[in-house]
């Protein structure tokens, strides 16, 4: 059976659907949820870093979802700083109403462990300076490379293991 999502005019072409049709259009939805994300945690436990991994073509759900999932290892971990590498991103589908919610968020007085962001691209570093804005915190920080915000935070030489959900 073909796994692929099914277009509308496919599924509503003939009006009703049938019982066969709906099957198939909530596996192809199923089947999408489990799609692996665009993104992925790393953790260096000497200097305590986690590294958020942002891949391929990224939307604002995507976005979204990865800062929800980000908290708990941030907490679990004892995170002492985050840097978000999106140097392997292809397009970054975000709007800026997304952006400044995700700013808002991240404003929070609680929220004071420094944050880089590695924007290679002009259009993700101009997205990212955006961020830094709005979030109006000290400890946010847009970068060129992973380097840069390794230098920053005085690490160099660090070592990232995957970490499993």
């Known amino acids: 059976m073909d796994s692929r999502p099914l277009l509308a005019s496919e599924v509503l072409g003939a009006g009703a659907l049938s019982v066969s049709a709906c099957r198939l259009l909530i596996r192809s939805a199923q089947a999408m949820d489990r799609r692996p994300m665009p993104y992925h945690f790393e953790f260096d436990s000497d200097h305590r870093i986690l590294l958020v991994v942002l891949e391929g073509d990224i939307d604002g759900d995507q ?12 907490n679990r971990l004892h995170a002492s700083a985050v840097i978000t590498d999106a140097s392997t991103v292809a397009s970054f589908d975000v709007s800026s109403a997304t952006v400044r919610d995700l700013a808002k968020r991240a404003s929070r007085p609680a929220e004071q462990t420094p944050g880089f962001l590695v924007a290679p691209s002009d259009h993700l570093f101009g997205m990212g300076r955006m961020f830094q804005i709005l979030a109006d915190r000290d400890q946010v920080h847009v970068v060129r ?5 390794l230098a920053a935070l005085g690490v160099q030489d660090a070592n990232f293991q995957r970490v499993e959900a």
């Open 145 to 149: 490379t992973r380097q840069e915000a």
């Open 63 to 74: 976005m979204r979802r990865a800062n929800v999932e980000l908290q708990p290892h941030k």
